[in-house]
């Protein structure tokens, strides 16, 4: 079955510190990931993409990361900001397709002062 | 500025009508998408369409119907047969045909209430 796991399902952290969020997937075959961050009550937004090749794209403060071997990704965020408060959502994509897309259900990134 | 838009933000409706929510891209993108967002869940895809006049269901098409007459319109209805229609509704849209360039764009959502 085609899945995208997303841990942890929630995060707290301190303006000023770094936080990895992890992503998980068992879809195939693989086109690409991206991560997309979403304010509450807002659409998704697109941070980064990678298809099978690359190994590190950064957006900015975001850099995120892709084995696609074990079939892992994470997001790193750095030096984190209040603006960073937001759920950051991992899809994965079967083919060119982006009907074929399937999605994490998303890690809630708290930020506080 | 090129993007999608989403109306209304907010609705409510009464159990057994049925409601319509409109789309509209300006970014010349082939396909378009209509996603439900519930709690703590993923997006759950419930039509798409890749070309003008012709669209596919997602996963949970069940209650909804959509149309796409032009291509820069993809109008969502969810019908009375929905039975759990209260959710946020997200619709997306994407170039088509080469690998890697299919980043969804999204609106900003539509949130449906059932009273």
């Known amino acids: 079955k085609n899945q995208v796991e997303q841990s942890p399902q929630s995060l707290i952290i301190l303006e000023g510190k770094n936080c990895t969020l992890q992503?998980?997937?068992?879809?195939?075959?693989?086109?690409?990931l991206r991560w997309y961050k979403q304010d509450t009550g807002r659409g998704p937004v697109s941070l980064t993409i990678m298809t099978f090749s690359e190994n590190t794209k950064s957006n900015g403060r975001y850099t995120a990361t892709l084995d696609a071997d074990t079939k892992q990704s994470s997001l790193h965020i750095t030096a984190s900001q209040l603006s960073d408060s937001a759920s950051y959502i991992c899809v994965v994509m079967r083919n060119t397709n982006a009907g074929k897309s399937t999605f994490g259900d998303g890690t809630t990134l708290t930020v506080k002062p | 500025d090129g993007g999608i838009t989403q109306s209304p933000k907010y609705l409510f409706r009464k159990e057994g009508q049925n409601v319509t929510l409109s789309c509209e891209q300006n970014?010349?993108?082939?396909?378009m998408y209509w996603y439900r967002q519930d709690p703590g869940q993923g997006l759950r895809l419930i039509y798409y369409s890749q070309i003008v006049n012709d669209f596919q269901k997602g996963d949970i098409a069940e209650g909804y119907s959509v149309s796409r007459e032009k291509k820069e319109s993809f109008p969502l209805t969810v019908t009375s047969a929905q039975k759990n229609p209260t959710a946020f509704y997200l619709c997306?849209?994407?170039?088509?045909?080469?690998?890697?360039?299919?980043?969804?764009?999204f609106g900003a959502g539509s949130r449906l209430t059932v009273l």
């Open positions: 970014l010349n993108h082939d396909a």
């Open positions: 997306a849209s994407s170039p088509t045909g080469t690998t890697g360039a299919n980043v969804l764009t």
């Open positions: 992503c998980n997937y068992t879809v195939s075959p693989f086109s690409n």
